[in-house]
């Protein structure tokens, strides 16, 4: 917890911003104490987002004096977390009193509502503030942080269900559950991107079929070959189909930034993954041919299932991929990163039959495309050219290896 006043000579140690969008990070651990002295490159602290975990270095020699925010705390971007004698990082400002240790702050509620059975409940400065300006009782809300604090997105859902089913009288109150950890944090940080994302983001849909068995055959040979490089996922075809899909269609390769659809000087594919913590998204780059794709897609999903994905994962991308076809899940129906203009869902390739040219039928291996589209920053023509690009990219898989 903070001291009332700043050592001499202290300079502070901010939370960092480690993507475009991010606005807040639960600083999951530390990795050094007060006292300590650091090296340049030495490993500070290691922070969580919804899309990465970090481990934040020291950009410079110098001793911890004060440890401002303790581990399992969710902060704003910029805010001071720690004092140190190395160079500044941000305001001089001491962070507000409450974001340490809660159980001590003064609250901005009225104390009957700061308390249940005499005790203080533990909530973060934004928590209460949402909670005053609804009239909301914090004792009424059921906190998910470290110790059952009470977050911002705990306020917002618990008026979500006020508003959709008042309480009735004579019900107890639920009160604060505890022993939930970083990682239901991090859920939180998720479920609050993608409640941003359908709120703020104009969504419409596109749905295709793709005959995938020209690519499953591509990559059989691809596998089966001896001096291959490494394995080929169906994943890292569709990332560099989407890819050469962008660059045919430059109109789409745009983020909507600033009131506008801003275009990306590089092609990169953001793929999510499964891991013990929840889905990450880490965005794979597009300079090369398909093993390049194949290593990097490879080491992203590993850094991402041991949680340890860094600054170098969160680039700009137009696209998000969701592959849910290793589940047999037949189609998905995907939410847009807020950062991206689509999100394209894939489904379990299944065995059906198509006429062929002469009417007879022909059996096939087709999965469904859902595109999820943002159409603030493109149109249903042009975003439909470009889900048919894809899919021609999918069916005619050698023009993706030229």
């Known amino acids: 917890m903070a001291s009332p006043t700043s050592p001499a000579g202290a300079a502070p140690l901010v939370m960092p911003k480690l993507g475009l969008t991010m606005s807040e990070g639960l600083l999951a651990a530390w990795q050094v104490a007060p006292g300590d002295e650091v090296e ?15 481990e934040i270095e020291a950009p410079a020699a110098g001793r911890i004096l004060e440890v401002l ?35 001590e702050a003064p609250s901005s509620q009225p104390e009957a509502e700061a308390r249940v059975d005499g005790a203080r409940l533990l909530s973060t400065p934004l928590a209460r503030r949402l909670a005053g300006a609804a009239g909301l009782a914090l004792d009424a809300v059921v906190g998910t942080g470290p110790r059952g604090r009470i977050q911002s997105e705990d306020v917002r859902v618990a008026l979500e269900q006020r508003s959709a089913s008042p309480p009735r009288p004579g019900l107890p109150s639920q009160g604060p559950r505890s022993g939930l950890g970083p990682g ?7 479920a609050a991107r993608v409640t941003r994302s359908k709120a703020e983001v104009p969504h419409f849909y596109l749905s295709a079929d793709a005959d995938l068995g020209a690519l499953e055959h591509l990559r059989e040979q691809l596998n089966a070959d001896p001096q291959a490089q490494r394995r080929i996922s169906i994943t890292a075809l569709l990332i560099l189909a989407a890819a050469k899909a962008l660059r045919r269609h430059p109109e789409a390769n745009v983020v909507w930034r600033d009131g506008r659809a801003q275009p990306l000087d590089s092609l990169a594919v953001g793929v999510a993954v499964d891991t013990p913590a929840g889905v990450m998204a880490p965005v794979i780059p597009v300079a090369g041919g398909l093993y390049p794709v194949a290593e990097a897609l490879e080491a992203a999903a590993a ?37 991206q203009t689509f999100m394209l869902g894939v489904g379990a390739p299944r065995a059906t039959f198509r006429p062929n040219d002469d009417g007879a039928p022909r059996l096939v291996r087709e999965a469904t495309l859902s595109l999820a589209c943002d159409h603030r920053a493109i149109d249903g023509a042009p975003a439909a050219r470009f889900l048919a690009a894809i899919v021609e990219g999918l069916e005619h898989p050698l023009r993706l290896l030229v």
């Open 303 to 339: 850094r991402a299932r041991a949680g340890r994905l860094g600054a170098a994962d969160v680039g700009e991308a137009a696209l998000g991929l969701s592959n849910v076809g290793m589940f047999a899940v037949r189609a998905l129906t995907p939410i847009i990163d807020p950062d």
């Open 40 to 54: 340049a490159g030495q490993v500070l602290f290691v922070v969580e987002t919804d899309k990465i975990t970090n």
């Open 184 to 190: 239901r944090d991090l859920r939180a940080l998720i």
């Open 69 to 103: 925010v303790g581990a399992g705390e969710t902060v704003a971007v910029g805010r001071p977390i720690a004092l140190w004698t190395g160079p500044a990082q941000g305001a001089p400002e001491r962070p507000e009193q409450g974001a340490a240790d809660t159980s």
